[in-house]
Every structure is written in structure tokens, then in C-alpha cells.
């Protein structure tokens, strides 16, 4: 069964309908250079409520350690979404600090993005589309073809411009352990749409029953 994560959350009742429909993980970003950062207030609201029913995924572009400590215990974070230039020692040391998995993030641009995941024995690996000068959430896809690239155990969650119309697509061609959305279920940067978010949940269980009978 293909994950679900939803990202960008910023808002509790966005959170609370991902989880009602069945979200691995929820995602809130704490980089200011997005529309969708999420307030720290907000997130520690989001991260009481929803602890224990789902993954607590916070979202980092070259944060400093002490920043990534602090978030992760007040925003009650299980999941460290590392989308900057962080190292392998960086993410053991963010590991170390937080007791938080850590999801290591790379912008595909060529098979080489991909095989460089290999210097990164974390929990998971996430593939997002490359958009030069940007970090993520930009609504576009890249060559599903180049995940196939991936080695190694940890699992992937696929990203990048992941709509209702498409994921099915990309789940048969990728076979991904979860995939992520933000904008592909929003009615605007940071605000879900529940008809999209759950038009999204639909389409993978539906690309899941396909591959379980083919």
C-alpha cells in the first residue's frame, strides 16, 4: 500500500481531514522562503493534536541545529525533512539530537541527484522535482524515469507536482513506499482543498488496486 503524505499544512483543520482520510505523515514547513511556512504556533497546535495518529514531518532548509532541536521538541516532530545542502554528519547529528527520523530530500536534475542519496543512510529519501532557485513546492513534476536510479534501503517518498490526475501514473511507474503533495491539493499556497485532498487519497487507492491485480 502506497503512503500518503500531505504537505504544506499550516492550518488544524487541513491536518485533522489528512489524517481522517488516512495521511502517513503531515508535513509543515518551517523555511521562510515558501508560502506555505507554517507559524510555530500553528505547528505546535497541528503536531498536540495530531501526535500519535500520524507522522509529524518538519520541513528544513539549512537550519541550524539548535533550530531543528527546539522545533522538533515544541512542535512534537517524529519526522526531520532535511531539503537544504545538510550533510550525512548533519543529519546523524540531527538524528542524535532529536530522536526524530530523518527524511533527506534531493531536487532531481539527473541520475547523479539520485545516486548521490547513496552518502545518505537515512530513514527515508525524498525525490522532488529540480526547479532552479527554488527548494520545493513548485507544482512541477521531473522524469519519473530517474528514480528508478535509487539503490539502497531506504525508502522513497516521491514528490514534485503530484496531482489527483497523475499520481496513479506515477506510483505504476516508481512503486514509491509513500508520495507527497502540497500544491496538488490546495485551493492556495497553505490552504487545503478537502474535494482535491480527497480526490488524492482516492486516485493512489485506485493505483494501488491496479497493481495489486495486475
Same mark, same amino acid.
Given at each position: ?8 499544512? #499550516? ?10 482520510? $488516512? ?18 504556533? @500553528? ?10 495518529? #500520524? ?6 532548509? *539549512?537550519?541550524?541545529? /539548535? ?16 531539503? $537544504? /545542502?545538510? $550533510? ?9 539530537? #532529536? ?16 545516486? @548521490?542519496?547513496?552518502?545518505?543512510? #537515512? ?12 527548494? =520545493? ?15 539502497? +534501503? ?9 496531482? +489527483?490526475? *497523475? ?5 505504476? =511507474? ?7 503533495? @502540497?500544491? $496538488? ?15 488524492f487519497f482516492r486516485a493512489v487507492e485506485a493505483a494501488d488496486s491496479t497493481l495489486a491485480?495486475?
Amino acid at each position: 500500500m502506497t503512503q500518503v503524505k500531505v504537505c504544506g499544512i #499550516t492550518r488544524l483543520e487541513d491536518a485533522e481531514e489528512a489524517v481522517r482520510l $488516512g495521511a502517513w505523515a503531515l508535513g509543515m514547513i518551517f523555511w521562510p522562503g515558501t508560502p506555505r511556512a507554517c507559524p510555530v504556533d @500553528a505547528a505546535e497546535e497541528i503536531g498536540q493534536s495530531v501526535k500519535r495518529q #500520524t507522522e509529524v514531518a518538519g520541513v528544513f532548509v *539549512n537550519a541550524t541545529m /539548535d533550530e531543528v532541536a527546539a522545533l522538533a521538541d515544541r512542535c512534537s516532530l517524529t519526522v526531520l525533512q532535511l531539503h $537544504g /545542502d545538510e $550533510g550525512p554528519a548533519y543529519c546523524r547529528e540531527a538524528a542524535r539530537r #532529536t530522536g526524530c527520523k530523518v527524511m533527506k530530500a534531493v531536487r532531481v536534475r539527473d541520475a547523479a541527484s539520485v545516486e @548521490a542519496l547513496r552518502a545518505f543512510p #537515512t530513514d527515508f529519501h525524498l525525490l522532488d522535482a529540480y526547479v532552479p532557485g527554488e527548494r =520545493g513546492g513548485t507544482g512541477q513534476s521531473f522524469n519519473w524515469e530517474l528514480a528508478r536510479r535509487h539503490r539502497g +534501503p531506504a525508502p522513497v517518498v516521491l514528490s514534485g507536482g503530484l496531482t +489527483p490526475d *497523475n499520481v496513479g501514473e506515477a506510483i505504476a =511507474g516508481v512503486h514509491p513506499f509513500a508520495v507527497d503533495s @502540497a500544491s $496538488g491539493t490546495e485551493a492556495s499556497p497553505g490552504v487545503k482543498d478537502p474535494a482535491r485532498l480527497e480526490a488524492f487519497f482516492r486516485a493512489v487507492e485506485a493505483a494501488d488496486s491496479t497493481l495489486a491485480v495486475a
